[in-house]
């Protein structure tokens, strides 16, 4: 199956799958490494890992042609990116992959709420009912002691 007839639904999938070996590799890597100095490695590596795949995909264009809202949208996604990378793994050192992992998926349940907020989305009854279902499962992981 080449990419384009890939749809969200498939980029979405892959994205939970890279995003679960994410966290039984990290937490294999983080044995004994600051967890931090462990966000940097993996950062430097994604930037180059990317910058290969954008030249030998043929879509390097000039960033400075971007606009200035782009620019401004990129870079606060950037910060927060590097914010939430440097607190799961700091997570991950301290605890078991298998709880740390849910509970930062609350993030599903925010990012609904912020689209609502934000872009204007209106998520249907069903959608809510299962944006409902993660929130009550990351209660009860956050509850067990």
């Known amino acids: 199956m080449d990419s384009s ?10 994205s939970a799958v890279f995003a679960a070996m994410t966290a039984i590799f990290a937490k294999l890597g983080l044995q004994g490494v600051d967890s931090d100095l462990a966000t940097l490695v993996r950062t430097f590596i994604i930037l180059l890992v ?4 954008v030249l030998a995909t043929g879509k390097w264009t000039n ?6 809202h782009t620019w401004l949208f990129l870079t606060l996604s950037a910060l927060a990116t ?10 991950l050192q301290m605890g078991e992959a298998s709880k740390v992992a849910p509970i930062d998926k609350l ?7 912020f ?19 993660v929130a009550a499962g990351v209660i009860i992981l956050g509850l067990k002691r």
């Open 5 to 14: 007839s890939l749809t969200w639904f498939h980029w979405a999938l892959l």
């Open 50 to 53: 990317l910058t290969a795949f």
């Open 63 to 68: 960033p400075l042609a971007l606009s200035g």
């Open 82 to 91: 590097g914010a939430s990378w440097v607190s799961y793994f700091r997570a």
């Open 107 to 113: 993030s599903l349940v925010l990012v609904a709420i």
């Open 115 to 133: 689209a609502v907020i934000f872009l204007g989305e209106r998520p249907n009854l069903r959608e809510w009912l299962g944006i409902g279902l």
